[in-house]
């Protein structure tokens, strides 16, 4: 047993260091940080809308858990399915059927050597217990030239109280391949749970990737999920972030834009009710010429509960000829819901397309009464205002059934029709 006594998290429940395979060095780095590196306060920049104190008053555990049945869960009807419970491999539960050109590996039970982390460690206290305390995780290889119609499907679902799951993703996209990649997050019950999970994704030359990701964990948990992606030259990449429930969310989301003629897509979507709070945090760093980004994030927020949007595109002095447009939009559904939105831009070049912008408001009012003036009750009216404004975001949805998946639960969750 491992015990690690600061002020960075409670780890009393005495888990067990991460038994797999992770690299030495990457090990004792995060020892090192859980040692030294206190919780991140709202004094830190990155922080400074989103308290994580509760976490460090949590005497976590990562209990297994068996569940019969998870056909709630499942997004699409792929038979590439592998399911996670409280961070640990269910090979009952995983359909396990791997379409040709995709090589996947359970850290657990592959054996699978993790090569050094590409993600920070140095002062980062989530991504250190991550690596120091991993229970299991996944690793992907799309073979190059690769072009694969069936979606990979990757579910975690929380069961039981005070349960912490350290989950990783791996994801090697070869040259000139294709694929789309599903992740959920789930609860099954219980309170107090902590999903912190870590992605490292390289897009190579030439390859298409896609990653729809849905959160709908419960109202009494939380969840930090950090990727690092690298894209390669003549690359394509896209990420959907659907934020549906959960009562903490943060998701940080660094793209590394490292070869000419990359496109980068980021959407997300946040829908808040009660006390939640969902802090998205992202970076597109363009280092080299000739490339465009494209972001767009949606925010609903009623009753009481807050949102962050946090998004910075850099553009380095070599990287010339840069198109780059962020938007971040939001509707407040009552007088007590907030919004902290930044999104930036730190430009050192001189030929280049870039816009970022942010708007904040409550419905229309007039555009309501019409409605209302065509038959429409103010409920539906209302519902159907707001679910337009999320469609911008949900159109850039390529795979149909998480489409269908995400508007059930937005129908079941908030009376919203489509």
């Known amino acids: 047993m491992t015990e690690v006594v600061n002020n960075s998290i409670n780890l009393k429940s005495n888990l067990n260091a991460t038994a797999l395979k992770v690299s030495d060095k990457d090990k004792q780095l995060a020892m090192e940080v859980l040692n030294s590196t206190p919780l991140p306060t709202t004094r830190v920049e990155a922080w400074k809308?989103?308290?994580?104190?509760?976490?460090?008053?949590?005497?976590?555990?990562?209990?297994?858990?068996?569940?019969?049945?998870?056909?709630?869960?499942?997004?699409?009807?792929?038979?590439?399915?592998?399911?996670?419970?409280?961070g640990h491999f269910s090979c009952e539960l995983s359909s396990q059927e791997v379409p040709s050109g995709i090589s996947m590996q359970v850290l657990s039970v592959d054996n699978t050597i993790l090569d050094d982390s590409t993600i920070n460690l140095k002062g980062e206290v989530f991504n250190a217990m991550n690596v120091g305390y991993l229970h299991d995780g996944v690793q992907i290889e799309i073979a190059a030239n690769s072009i694969v119609d069936t979606p990979i499907q990757v579910i975690h679902i929380l069961e039981g109280d005070n349960i912490i799951s350290n989950f990783k993703m791996t994801v090697k996209a070869g040259k000139s391949s294709q694929a789309s990649i599903i992740q959920g997050f789930f609860s099954a019950s219980g309170e107090n749970n902590f999903c912190n999970t870590t992605s490292e994704i390289d897009v190579a030359e030439n390859a298409v990737l896609r990653i729809d990701k849905v959160q709908y964990e419960s109202e009494k948990s939380y969840h930090i999920n950090t990727e690092q992606v690298q894209q390669d030259k003549n690359s394509n990449f896209g990420i959907n972030t659907l934020t549906l429930n959960g009562g903490f969310v943060r998701n940080n989301l660094h793209i590394d834009v490292n070869g000419q003629n990359c496109e980068t897509h980021l959407n997300g979507a946040y829908l808040l009710k009660n006390k939640q709070h969902v802090d998205n945090h992202s970076i597109v760093d363009h280092k080299v010429p000739n490339c465009e980004s494209h972001e767009l994030y949606k925010g609903v927020i009623d009753d009481k509960s807050t949102a962050v949007f946090n998004g910075k595109v850099y553009v380095r002095p070599d990287a010339q000829k840069i198109n780059a447009f962020q938007s971040n939009g939001n509707v407040?559904?009552?007088?007590?819901?907030?919004?902290?939105?930044?999104?930036?831009?730190?430009?050192?070049?001189?030929?280049?397309?870039?816009?970022?912008?942010?708007?904040?408001?409550?419905?229309?009012?007039?555009?309501?009464?019409?409605?209302?003036?065509?038959?429409l009750s103010e409920k539906s009216a209302r519902h159907l205002m707001v679910s337009a404004f999320i469609g911008d975001v949900l159109d850039k949805i390529t795979n149909e059934n998480v489409k269908t998946f995400t508007q059930q639960i937005l129908k079941e969750r908030f009376g919203w029709d489509f």
């Open 332 to 375: 407040l559904l009552s007088d007590s819901a907030t919004i902290n939105s930044k999104p930036e831009l730190e430009i050192y070049a001189d030929d280049v397309k870039c816009s970022h912008g942010s708007t904040t408001g409550q419905l229309d009012e007039e555009a309501v009464f019409y409605l209302r003036a065509r038959g």
């Open 49 to 86: 809308y989103t308290r994580v104190a509760k976490l460090g008053k949590i005497d976590f555990t990562n209990n297994k858990a068996n569940l019969s049945d998870v056909s709630k869960y499942l997004i699409d009807d792929t038979k590439c399915t592998f399911v996670f419970v409280n």
